[in-house]
């Protein structure tokens, strides 16, 4: 496996790369949409690409482990860059920063890809354009969700949501009537890995996600999705490497965002590293198998299909910072 890491556009975006090749080796540049750090040998065959978007107030290093075991253990081509901060205290503000979130993802994942295809480049040939699978942490399965639905429709063909928090917005992309055909058709697969409800995953606010994207309560329209609840385990243990510095594991041990128990953050990973593999492979069977092994040993439960409105219940409702 190899790392690379690099800026992206006029912004300047820091990403990073995990490259499948046998080798680890990191590289900067700030050139303008530069990748120079890329040695110049090829991958033999296309790698799928998996892009991941981080969580609120997070960066590309807190996901450094889960997206290693990506890359090594699915054969794929991990991206993971740092996206626009979500902070700012007047609502204007907010929503200019999550539209901006959301279109700097996308046209991330699209530069790429045209660098794929374009002849001489060092990233030419190296990614397997018909395969490629968004996912995202938190508020970033937000981003991740709107970036495939709204912009990515003809290049994704997965959706992982990592214990996810979607905005009012998301709720309102997942029920449009284009999102839901895109989501109905067999070449997409939408899967949510989450841990039991409580306030830093909204009480599970992601399952109104799949509940508007699946239908329309008035509507014929249905797709099939995959909900596992990973038991025990904290909205930070989708993050492995949150706990990072000292100071920042006092934080997440007393208000308990992160377990800080290595099997369960590993579970949440080996979750992850399974879907990611099937669906590079085009058979989930093998994914819903192990689910369903994991529910018999009561670590997990599996929910298989479209959530109707009697199984989550009321409507959940949105904070007000999230609208």
């Known amino acids: 496996m190899r790392k690379e890491e690099d800026y992206y556009g006029d912004l300047k975006t820091k990403f990073v790369l995990y490259i499948p090749t046998g080798g680890v080796r990191q590289g900067k540049n700030s050139g303008k949409e530069a990748l120079v750090a890329f040695k110049k040998e090829h991958i033999a065959t296309p790698k799928p690409l998996v892009a991941l978007a981080h969580g609120f107030q997070c960066n590309r290093k807190y996901y450094r482990?889960?997206?290693?075991?990506l890359c090594s253990k699915c054969d794929c081509v991990v991206f993971v860059p740092d996206l626009t901060p979500l902070m700012a205290f007047r609502r204007s503000s907010l929503t200019h920063l999550r539209e901006r979130c959301v279109r700097?993802?996308?046209?991330?994942?699209?530069w790429l890809l045209k660098r794929n295809e374009q002849q001489g480049d060092v990233l030419h040939g190296q990614l397997d354009?018909?395969?490629?699978?968004?996912a995202g942490h938190s508020a970033g399965g937000a981003v991740a969700f709107e970036s495939a639905g709204r912009f990515l429709r003809d290049t994704v063909s997965g959706i992982l949501a990592l214990d996810a928090v979607p905005w009012l917005r998301t709720l309102e992309c997942?029920?449009?009537?284009?999102?839901?055909?895109?989501?109905?058709?067999?070449?997409?697969?939408?899967?949510s890995l989450r841990a039991p409800e409580s306030g830093f995953?909204?009480?599970?606010?992601?399952?109104?996600?799949?509940?508007?994207a699946g239908n329309d309560d008035n509507s014929q329209e249905t797709a099939e999705f995959a909900d596992v609840l990973i038991h025990e385990t904290l909205h930070g243990d989708?993050?492995?490497?949150?706990?990072?510095?000292?100071?920042?594991?006092?934080?997440?041990?007393?208000?308990?965002?992160?377990?800080?128990?290595?099997?369960?953050?590993?579970?949440c990973t080996?979750?992850?590293?399974?879907?990611?593999?099937?669906?590079?492979k085009g058979d989930l069977e093998p994914f819903f198998e192990f689910s369903k092994q994991q529910q018999e040993l009561g670590n997990a439960?599996?929910?298989?299909?479209?959530?109707?409105?009697?199984?989550?219940?009321?409507?959940k409702s949105i904070p007000y910072f999230l609208k």
């Open 65 to 69: 482990d889960l997206a290693e075991a």
């Open 104 to 110: 700097q993802f996308a046209e991330q994942i699209q």
């Open 129 to 134: 354009g018909e395969k490629v699978l968004v």
């Open 174 to 191: 997942a029920h449009d009537s284009q999102v839901r055909e895109w989501l109905a058709s067999p070449k997409v697969n939408l899967c």
């Open 201 to 212: 995953n909204m009480n599970g606010l992601v399952l109104e996600l799949l509940h508007r």
């Open 238 to 267: 989708f993050s492995p490497n949150l706990a990072s510095w000292r100071i920042s594991r006092m934080f997440l041990y007393i208000f308990r965002i992160q377990s800080f128990n290595q099997k369960l953050i590993e579970r």
């Open 270 to 280: 080996d979750y992850a590293v399974e879907y990611v593999t099937c669906w590079r």
């Open 301 to 315: 439960r599996l929910f298989r299909g479209v959530y109707t409105r009697e199984q989550i219940g009321k409507e």
